[in-house]
């Protein structure tokens, strides 16, 4: 239990302790310099401002586990409102962007909407004492579909950046260099050399494309 809540907020914190052990400490005293790359497996897919994101979701599981071991034995049903009010503030932080890709952006705020919009139908029929035992299988059936399908979605994503990222790289390989158009080899400072006909007094000994870059050097 130890270990998980230091790894939780190590993460969680790895987004301002970084700057302030930058600031204050040495490469080589400086403890999240060297788990660097371990946080940044973490961190990567956020904008700036958002890297805590993983370490946030983190917090919210704890603290959910720790309220429901006490709630589920005694107001169990009191468990679906909490889940609607923490899927509304991760909603609210998601539509502020929290990825760099808006695809991930848009797949994790579906599956929230999901999440939230499940625990809310469960707790309206226990309000209404809609015990139909039919209907809240379905509804979590249909809950459980669609996660599914968002997480699978979420995997082709990354695998369709991988395969592109790969593929650009190859190419870059197989053509390290642009082909010559053998019906223009000339230079084009030279080409302009010789179709200056009537050169002005200052110009006589350069074309005009010297003269520009001259412009652009000395100003």
Not at 16 to 28: A, D, E, F, K, T
Not at 130 to 145: E, F, K, P, Y
Request: charged share 20%; with cysteine; aromatic share 16%.
């Amino acid at each position: 239990m130890l270990t998980g809540l230091l790894y939780t907020i190590t993460i969680f914190s790895s987004q301002w302790m970084q700057r302030l052990c930058g600031r204050y400490c040495r490469s080589s005293w400086d403890p999240f310099y060297r788990f660097k790359p371990f946080l940044d497996a973490y961190t990567g897919p956020y904008k700036d401002k958002y890297r805590y994101w993983t370490g946030l979701l983190l917090i919210v599981r704890l603290l959910l586990v720790t309220v429901f071991s006490y709630t589920t034995g005694t107001i169990p049903i009191i468990n679906n409102y909490i889940i609607v009010f923490t899927a509304a503030i991760l909603i609210y932080v998601l539509a502020k962007e929290v990825y760099r890709n808006k695809i991930f952006n848009r797949l994790e705020l579906f599956y929230m909407v999901n999440l939230g919009f499940t625990a809310l139908l469960l707790a309206l029929m226990n309000k209404f004492e809609v015990n139909d035992a039919i209907s809240s299988t379905t509804i979590m059936a249909l809950s459980i579909s669609l996660s599914m399908t968002v997480f699978i979605c979420t995997v082709l994503v990354h695998l369709y950046n991988v395969m592109k990222k790969f593929c650009s790289s190859k190419l870059k390989f197989t053509i390290p260099f642009k082909f010559a158009d053998p019906l223009n080899e000339e230079e084009p400072l030279l080409r302009e050399v010789r179709d200056i006909t009537c050169p002005l007094p200052n110009e006589a000994l350069y074309p005009s494309v010297v003269n520009e870059r001259e412009q652009l050097i000395f100003d």
